[in-house]
């Protein structure tokens, strides 16, 4: 199985700073020019939220504050400039297998 | 407007058995991928089991392989999951979502997502 690292586990970040979470998979999930990586966003009492897919393609509707990057095995989600609805805990997960796994999850939270 | 219903959760003993729905509506159900998505009190997400769009392939993680079975039935827009052999590890939140159309065809990035259904296993 592919397995998924994300880092850090939580972190705080001021109204209006940039928030960095690493995503970090086993093995490469690259596949002819595709990254099969996707990031969610979930708030405590709802369904998790797609933000991206192929790493990088937001999802109608996200903030373009939010950013996604990297290739092969490891992966950024960017927050520009956080605001105070975006506290939740973020997931990546891979695609490339059959059998999909997420990361741990980070928490963000404002400092 | 794309709704999914997940339903048949509920307090089961270690050992027994559960039937879990998803009732899904304003999509074409059946060109998409499915699959169950679980999250533990406290703890992260984690991957359940896929069906294809079809209902003839599916995939499980070694966790419930044996002891889950994941289905549909594209004519009522609806998906299942039958859960035996319980343990009290299986305690969670159980989400229904949808694979993303990626261009191609469905891909496992989950666009939609039920509310979840809540599983309890326990004595």
């Known amino acids: 199985d592919i397995v998924m690292t994300q880092s850090p586990d939580s972190l705080a970040v001021s109204l209006g700073e940039r928030a960095t979470i690493n995503c970090k998979s086993s093995q490469s999930v690259l596949y002819s020019s595709n990254n099969y990586l996707a990031w969610y966003q979930h708030k405590p009492g709802q369904p998790p939220k797609l933000l991206f897919y192929?790493?990088?393609t937001r999802e109608s509707g996200v903030p373009d504050r939010f950013s996604g990057s990297g290739s092969g095995t490891d992966f950024t989600l960017t927050i520009s400039s956080l605001q105070a609805e975006d506290v939740a805990v973020y997931y990546c997960q891979q695609y490339y297998s059959d059998l999909v796994t997420f990361g741990g999850g980070t928490k963000v939270e404002i400092k | 407007e794309v709704q999914m219903l997940d339903s048949g959760g509920g307090l089961v003993q270690p050992g027994g058995s559960l039937r879990l729905s998803c009732a899904a509506s304003g999509f074409t159900f059946g060109i998409s991928a499915m699959s169950w998505v679980r999250q533990a009190p406290g703890k992260g997400l984690e991957w359940v089991s896929t069906?294809?769009?079809?209902?003839?392939?599916?995939h499980y993680p070694d966790s419930v392989k044996g002891r889950f079975t994941i289905s549909r039935d594209n004519s009522k827009n609806t998906l299942y999951l039958q859960m035996n052999s319980l343990r009290a590890e299986d305690t969670a939140l159980y989400y229904c979502?949808?694979?993303?159309?990626?261009?191609?065809?469905?891909?496992?990035?989950?666009?939609?997502w039920g509310q979840g259904t809540l599983v309890t296993v326990s004595s």
């Open positions: 192929w790493a990088s």
């Open positions: 069906v294809s769009a079809s209902g003839g392939t599916t």
């Open positions: 979502a949808k694979g993303r159309y990626c261009g191609g065809g469905s891909c496992l990035a989950f666009d939609y």
